[in-house]
């Protein structure tokens, strides 16, 4: 079977600071991150062997265990590579186009995604995510790492409100924390994203 594994950063601990401190960055990535890896890893072995024994009476608890930490696991994984020591500013082509159509400007679009990421009650997650139904962007919060999402949304943008990903740094202040993402925002990750889940 088939296991997940922690991704490499694509940039040193450091390479984010001031924003995000090196100290944060080795944390977050090499503990938390880590940890929802081996959490998967572990649930699914626990689901086989439950399937083995057709011992299912743990399965309620075993399969929201899997999607806390494989969702963990997805969103971390997205949020390296939404981040660049070279990011900032603001998109161009086409995504600068849909925040346009469906947020209005981004200015309004950046206020959005700022207030969702900095009111997550608890810890949690704001998303720039592109809904395939209606075929439009809209954001998310998430709360701990799934939950009130639109089924079938596609994240193209993470932004971490869990404390273990700024408190050491901004202490109580998130919204602190929030304003210095956007200097590290790596729009051509973030337009990627969008071409692949609006061709998809």
């Known amino acids: ?8 950063l694509p940039y040193d601990y450091a390479a984010l600071e001031p924003a995000i401190t090196g100290e944060i960055l080795e944390l977050h990535h090499g503990k938390h991150h880590a940890a929802y890896v081996k959490g998967a890893n572990d649930t699914l072995e626990k689901l086989a062997e439950a399937r083995d024994k057709e011992q299912y009476g743990s399965l309620v608890g075993l399969e929201k ?5 494989l969702s963990g696991h997805v969103l971390h ?5 939404n981040l660049s020591p ?19 400007s981004f200015e309004a679009f950046r206020k959005q995604l700022s207030t969702a990421t900095s009111t997550v009650q608890g810890s949690g997650w704001g998303v720039l995510a592109w809904e395939p139904v209606g075929r439009r962007l809209v954001v998310e919060q998430v709360y701990d ?9 596609t994240p193209l943008l993470v932004f971490d409100a869990w404390e273990h990903a700024y408190y050491l740094q901004y202490r109580n202040v998130r919204p602190d924390y929030v304003e210095k ?5 790596n729009w051509a990750d973030v337009a990627a994203r969008y071409a692949a889940a609006k061709n998809a």
């Open 77 to 81: 994984s997205i949020f390296w590579t």
């Open 181 to 185: 993402l956007w200097s590290l925002v």
């Open 145 to 153: 790492h799934h939950g009130n999402v639109g089924m079938g949304t």
């Open 86 to 104: 070279d990011g900032g500013d603001r998109p161009d082509g086409e995504l600068a186009d849909a925040v346009d159509e469906h947020f209005g």
């Open 1 to 8: 079977m088939s296991t997940y594994a922690l991704p490499d």
């Open 65 to 69: 265990t899997l999607a806390f930490n």
